[in-house]
Structures are given as structure tokens and as C-alpha cells.
């Protein structure tokens, strides 16, 4: 540790030091997910680093929310897809109350997309064929113990993969029961540019009947 107070060190990080992507938002596209499909090939397309990493925000018991970082699985002109445990924490969360928060953020672009929606389980033959497509490590441990449960120690860990792994081996198509793609469909969508001269854009989208109205809004 330094003498320097966190304080200090931390307003001595650099924010966006790169060249920041253009954002014209009197030009963009009516639907927010033609925009968000626009932002996503720019981010792959420039290595951005795991651009399709993102929180997801979900709601607990009495209000309390839970946020984790999930993989974006899939993206079409209405929702926007992602696949974990029925039975895990955020799964149970969503039975109960399917109304969550995704987070993007490209730091090497200075880009933020926030978006709120209701996400419900897609078809069974979609999770599972998501499934299946995992690497073989990833559904061995998947396979091997409830997500979100609680693991009394590693040695316990180590049996029940060896024990999944033996399973898997035996039948390579197994996909357990609570393995889910969920499609969450976008009821707000912001994007958020951070820029040279404006310090900041930002533009909402929010669903209206069949359309999406636009408003930009302060920083
Ligand atoms: C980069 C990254 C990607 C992840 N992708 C997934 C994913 O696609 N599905 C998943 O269930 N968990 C994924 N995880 C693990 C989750 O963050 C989390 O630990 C797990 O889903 C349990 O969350 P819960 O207890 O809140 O339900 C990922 C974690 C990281 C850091």
C-alpha cells in the first residue's frame, strides 16, 4: 500500500483514454435493438474485450436486488438472450418477479448500454441445444451440483465433478433439467456515449404500444 489515500489514487485513474467512437443520435435507427446490434458489431469488430459480458440485475425477496455477470447468448429484433440455472439464485429470482436489468459496458469505447425488461424461459429445445454447445468442462460442472447452493468444500467440488464427468462420458447429450435460455425483452433501452467535447450522450428508448419513443436525457 502507498502512502496516497484511496482518495487520492482513485482520482488518479484514467477514465477513457482512447479514441472514442462517434454517436449521432438524431441518426440512429428506430428500433433500439437495430442500434444495439450496431454497438455490438463495433465492439467485436474492434476487440473490444469480452463485449458480451454484462450484469444482470434481478430482484430478491422485499425489493432486495442481486447483480452477476452473465455471458449474452444470442440477439434478435426483440430480446436479447442469456442461459443459466432455473434453480440458482437469479433463476429463482426471476420465477418470482421476472422483471430484471442488463449493464454493458465497453470501457474501451466509453460506451454504456443499460436495459430493463421482463425475462421469461424460452424454448426447451433452445436451452438445451445451448447446452450442449458449452464446453465439456463447463457442463461437467454445471452438471454436477445445484448453482447457487451452498458447497461445503472443494473436496466435496472435486467428487461431484469426477462423479458428473463419469455421467457425461456415459451420455454426452445430458443437459440438466434447470439449464435455461431466458429471452429478456427490452422495455427501456439507453445508450450512453462518453465523448470529448459533451462529456457525455445519452438516449433512452422506451417502449410505446408497437413503437419506441426517443428522448435524450441530461448527463
Ligand atoms: C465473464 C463471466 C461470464 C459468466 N457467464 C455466465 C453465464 O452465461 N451463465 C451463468 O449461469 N453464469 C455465468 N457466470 C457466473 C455468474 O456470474 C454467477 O456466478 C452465477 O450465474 C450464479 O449467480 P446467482 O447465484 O446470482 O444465480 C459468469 C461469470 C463471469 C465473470
Redesign the pocket.
Known amino acids: 500500500m502507498t502512502d496516497e489515500s484511496w482518495r487520492d489514487r482513485l482520482r488518479g485513474l484514467r477514465v477513457f483514454g482512447g479514441e472514442l467512437p462517434a454517436f449521432a443520435p438524431d441518426a440512429v435507427p428506430e428500433n433500439p435493438l437495430a442500434l444495439f446490434s450496431e454497438w455490438l458489431d463495433l465492439a467485436i469488430e474492434s476487440g473490444v474485450s469480452?463485449p458480451h459480458?454484462m450484469a444482470i440485475a434481478t430482484v430478491g425477496g422485499e425489493g432486495a436486488p442481486?447483480a452477476?455477470?452473465?455471458?449474452l447468448k444470442d440477439l434478435d429484433a426483440d430480446a436479447l438472450w442469456?442461459?443459466?440455472?432455473s434453480t440458482?439464485?437469479?433463476?429463482r429470482e426471476l420465477a418470482a418477479n421476472p422483471r430484471a436489468a442488463l449493464l454493458f459496458y465497453w470501457r474501451e469505447q466509453g460506451r454504456q448500454v443499460r436495459v430493463t425488461g421482463d425475462a421469461e424461459a424460452g424454448p426447451r429445445a433452445l436451452s438445451e441445444s445451448d447446452f450442449l454447445q458449452r464446453s465439456p468442462n463447463a457442463r461437467v460442472v454445471a452438471s454436477a451440483g445445484n448453482?447457487?447452493d451452498v458447497l461445503p468444500g472443494l473436496g466435496e467440488f472435486d467428487t461431484a465433478v469426477a462423479k458428473s464427468r463419469r455421467a457425461i462420458e456415459t451420455d454426452p447429450e445430458f443437459v440438466p433439467e434447470g439449464w435455461t435460455a431466458f429471452r429478456l425483452r427490452p422495455v427501456a433501452i439507453e445508450f450512453w456515449q462518453a465523448t470529448r467535447d459533451r462529456d457525455q450522450i445519452r438516449l433512452r428508448y422506451t417502449r410505446q404500444g408497437e413503437g419506441w419513443a426517443r428522448e435524450l436525457l441530461w448527463p
Do not use: I, P, V
Request: proline share 0%; charged share 10%; aromatic share 6%.
Open positions: 469480452q459480458a442481486s452477476r455477470t452473465l455471458l442469456f442461459a443459466t440455472m440458482s439464485q437469479k433463476g448453482q447457487s
